[in-house]
């Protein structure tokens, strides 16, 4: 399929007849889109029954809305340096999103009134109304535009990282493309790829520090106008933060700061050993350490797909029989070109209830492991799109992450696919370092994100300082970073969430927990495991997030009390 000039998505067909909203209703024309939000206002509703048939109606139209801004959003990430798809898709930020978002105020009032004279299957709308009531709570008309504004400069930041190429080896390259060159043996071709990469990054860092400031101050008027004091704790009610605290958090980074960063220095010294170096560079970090080739589990797209449909039907046919499907219908796009937001993503088209996977591949293990990740969030789709009320059709994200880092290790066992047996060692032995260093990174990006809204008045120096102090305090000088003042300085510059979903960060920490006990489960009963897994993806996000996590079988806690004994584990697995 030609990314570039199609994704209209027009051959995917609604995942059951529309009810409600006519078949030509086009939701990005205000006229049509407002008279089916004032009707539903506007309904009298004399009975449950009546309750029951009017949720399902507004969840028609808002799954109709959902996909027509996913599916500008995807257009407009695929080819970020198309004018045209920037305009469709700042249009619907500008012109629908706002009207929709008080629309929406509107009719969660309705729905509490509602529920509350028509009370039946109280149990089945507990997550929902408990949803609904934080959100009337935090929304004030005040803030639709000052989030409409946060909207289009996450836009921007998208815009100017997609436009970010490099000339190297007499090719243009985008940034995704020059991360094969870290895996590379020869030092110096690594160490230049390296450089050019982080000083085109730096060119932009300019745009990049004024962008964040503004999103700043937007986000702490956005608290002020919903009556907090401070942007952390409205962002933890507006995220449904309902089952864990910003001292929670803070126990998580003291935690992996005692327990797993002496275990990321044992793998970086046993790297530095077995390279036979002085002090590790940034760019020692991805290649492998005996002077191997790197792995190449693929040299073309589909051979990286065909190969995953092999892995999940050995996992299970059904989940073999998904991916596929998602392959032939063109819900896929995977090749790094220019003018492709970096990065990689699932999003959920939210009337057919189908799952949409974007990446930029190059060809390398991570990409592998990447596919395998945004297909465990594909199956969680999936899952649960039976289900007839949308906000059911997605979980919290804690447990979402489950889903993807769970199904990375879940696959992980059948690898061979893409690999000889020698390959599927060194494949898997660096997945199991990647986890350490995601741990331990996780603590780094959310201890910054809580830095920073914590001195809402901070200059560039200011956060730069802290930045530093964050990353050495989780072992961010355990590399050498002579001579890299501002690469390692503005290193943060590449974390998006920092930029476009504040807070969202902690989450890929529980759930990696989350996926290692599931692993742990399966090694002594796969069946069990997987089945336990589908299970608590089945549920969606009709249920409290410590009771999804009991369903997998696994624990909800992000404590020392549960990461001490996976240290154990983590140790043997990465041959510590």
Known sequence: MDTTTSLDFTHIAPYQPRCFVAEQTDLTILAQMRPLFQALWERKIDSANALQNWLRERSELESALSQTGTILYIRMTCQTDDPARARAYQHFIETIRPVVKIFEDQLNKKYLAQQARWKSEQTRYDVYTRALQTDIELFTEANVALETEVDLRTQEYQTITGAMTVVFEGKERTLPEMGKFLHEPGRDLRERAWKSAARRRLDDKGRLEQLFDRLISRRVKIAENAGFSNFCDYKFRALHRFDYTPQDCKQYHASIEKLIVPLWQKVLERRREQMKLKKLRPWDIAVDSLGRPPLRPFTKVNELTDGCVKIFNRLDSLLGRQFAEMVNAGLLDLESRKGKAPG???????????????????GVDDDLRTLLHEAGHAFHALACASDSLLDYRHGPMEFNEVASMGMELLADPQINVFYNPQDEQRSRNGHWEGIISTLVW??????????????????????????????????????????????????????????????????????????????????????AALANYKKALALGGSRPLPELFETAGIKFDFSAKTITPLVEVMKQQAGL
């Open 344 to 362: 990689g993503y699932q999003s959920t088209l939210d009337e057919a209830r189908k799952p949409f996977i974007f990446m930029n591949a190059v």
């Open 442 to 527: 996780v603590a780094v990006i959310d201890a910054f994100q809580h830095w920073i809204y914590a001195h809402p008045q901070q200059n560039g120096t200011q956060r730069k300082t802290a930045w530093l102090d964050i990353h050495e305090r989780f072992g961010g000088d355990f590399l050498d970073w002579d001579g890299l003042v501002d690469e390692h300085a503005f290193l943060w510059h590449r974390q998006l969430h920092i930029f476009e979903v504040p807070f969202y960060y902690i989450e890929y920490g529980i759930a990696q927990l989350g996926a290692l006990q599931l692993w742990n489960n399966a090694r002594n009963d796969p069946k």
